[in-house]
């Protein structure tokens, strides 16, 4: 029972950290029979079970939320009185920390990486200026594919200096909410996960996951092995390795455990897929198309073209190779995004039959 006495520990660990209500939990975990007949049924395909962390709500649902939760309680013990992150400009994470703002009484400014000056105000950007965010679009890096561009932090930097002139007091959250303290929010999912498969007795021998800054996966990566989950981590990096790396997430891992006070547990291994990652951040391949319609027209559930539907992609590809026995159980964490695909959506409409016309009715 030693696995017992130590997520008893992990518990207590858990409570200790400050924390806000933010995210609506537990969400679903849900069989997915008709993605996994049509990837072959039993005698190709293993069992596939959906998290949805899509539906944490947060003005439109997505992993950030869980981690927003440790980092408002941090911004609340800090007495910060105005929070600041960064991202792209349809970024999933920029939005829920408006809403997480606006529900616990913030001011907010996004810094955001925009190849244009003028972005459509559409998907993630509509909702920021809906929540009447302080938006300042900062030029993107040369490179296309790269998330952010490294002039975010001068901006950051101006930003911090003009509140603190007006009396405010700024809490810089960092892109994606990547640090040891958002990640305790998949220490958090990865407690609540383990509870749901010992229900539904499931011992699945992977978690499917999107990397972009780590830190959902590493917080998961700490949770499974604190939890003595023994499924591996398995991430699909969504962008190249300027962000996403195996090392990094490794090592948030860690220091999400050190912050925890617990000993490191020995356990799965962190696996990382970059072969899903195309062109780079924001740039939608022809597998991660295909993967968000097929689990639309099976499950009747929405993926993302930036993050979950190459992480969908990555599963469907696995699956093809006959990487994963069908014997085997895999669960597939729905991190959200789909005011994303809002915003992408004739590149989306252009990845299906017909290049989504709808026919004239009559
Ligand atoms: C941010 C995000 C991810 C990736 O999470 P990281 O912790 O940044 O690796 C995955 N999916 C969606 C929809 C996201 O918004």
Redesign the pocket.
Known sequence: MAGRASSDALADALARQPRVALATVPTPLQEAPRLRAALGGSALAPRILLKRDDLTGLAGG???ARKLEFLLADARRQEATWLITTGGVQS??ARMTAAAARIHGFGVSLVLTSPVEQPEVQGNLLLDRLLDADIRLVPPSDDPGAPTSGREAEAIERLVADLRERGERPYVIPL?G?NEVGALGYVAAAVELAAQLELADASPSRIYV????????AGLAAGTRLAGLGAAVHGVA?AGPALTTRDRAEDLAGRTVALLGLPDAPGAAYELDEGQVGAGYGRATAACLEAISLLARTEGVIL?P???GKAMAGLVADVRARRIDPSETVVFLH???LPGLFAQAAVVAGGLAGGGEVSPGG
């Open positions: 997505g992993n950030k999933n994470h994606g990547s999107a990397v972009g800054s780590n830190g959902t996966a969504v993302d930036v993050y979950t991190t959200g995004g």
